[in-house]
């Protein structure tokens, strides 16, 4: 497994490689993630994962500043998987040049996290686009996890490039809840709380699969989880999960919600 920080260094190792798997992560890392190691190792001759915290998708410092690193526990799992490049840029090798043009995220995807988070998703956007410009890689592989990222980064990539955007299947633990960096955050009574939510929307879900009318309960579990849980919800809502329109049908739709647990803030989607 080569650790590469330089671009021009990485340049020189995959310059001859046709087919690369690219897995962009920002560390902390866990099955999640190396479940979308593994879908690249079936489908790339040689896989490239990134671990970069990105200073530009977070609208607050602090919680730029607490998110969590554990960079050489991160290694060894990439070693054990056999990856075969790990990026590990510093963000002056990222953001060297400026760019000419500002990433326009449009209104009617204005919603849901980039309604909460001023500038994340147009953070991720211009990371991912300096990623895809220097490794140039055949597959791009995300998580449903985050599942309104993967689909700004298809609407805006779709027609600028070759690569390939693969969608991987949310992973969560025996309690439900999505693995995610931050669940390392929280305290034990709030992975209760959390696996509580997690499966209060699974039935929701099945339910409304079940009988669309169901759907109209929706604001009665938001009041139910906000008294239950004293968690803060900044947005539980259902869409179709083609065009995020809040018109949806029956078999063709997610509920998304983001919340925070004391200070910690977690999205999933169902
Ligand atoms: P992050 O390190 O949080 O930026 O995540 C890197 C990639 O891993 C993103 O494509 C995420 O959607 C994906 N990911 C994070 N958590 C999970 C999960 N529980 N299951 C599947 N993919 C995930």
New binding site residues.
């Given amino acids: 497994m080569k650790i590469i920080k330089k671009i021009n260094h990485l340049n020189k190792y995959i310059s001859n490689v046709s087919n690369i798997g690219f897995?962009?992560?920002?560390?902390?890392?866990?099955?999640?993630?190396l479940?979308?190691i593994k879908e690249s190792k079936k489908t790339s001759d040689k896989t490239l994962v990134s671990i970069f915290v990105n200073p530009t998708q977070f609208d607050k410092k602090k919680d730029f500043l607490t998110y969590p690193r554990s960079l050489k526990n991160d290694l060894s799992k990439l070693k054990i998987k056999k990856v075969d490049f790990v990026f590990i840029p510093t963000s002056k090798e990222i953001y060297y040049k400026k760019r000419k043009r500002k990433i326009v995220i449009n209104k009617k995807y204005k919603i849901l996290c980039s309604k909460f988070r001023k500038g994340h998703f147009e953070g991720v956007l211009d990371v991912i686009e300096r990623f895809l410009k220097i490794i140039r890689p055949k597959f791009i592989?995300?998580?449903?996890?985050?599942y309104q990222?993967?689909f700004l980064i298809k609407k805006y990539f779709k027609k600028k490039i070759k690569t390939k955007i693969i969608l991987?299947?949310?992973?969560?633990d025996k309690n439900k809840i999505?693995?995610?960096?931050r669940n390392q955050l929280l305290k034990k009574n709030e992975i209760k709380i959390a696996s509580s939510i997690a499966k209060k929307l699974i039935i929701l879900k099945n339910k409304i699969k079940k009988n669309l009318k169901n759907s109209k309960n929706l604001i009665q579990v938001k009041n139910f989880l906000t008294n239950r849980f004293k968690i803060k919800i900044d947005y539980l809502e259902i869409r179709d999960k083609k065009k995020l329109s809040k018109n949806f049908k029956k078999n063709n739709f997610k509920i998304f919600i983001a919340y925070h647990i004391n200070k910690i803030r977690l999205i999933d989607n169902f």
């Fill in positions: 897995v962009p992560t920002m560390g902390g890392l866990h099955n999640g993630h479940s979308l592989f995300f998580g449903e996890k985050d990222q993967y991987c299947k949310t992973i969560r999505a693995l995610s960096s």
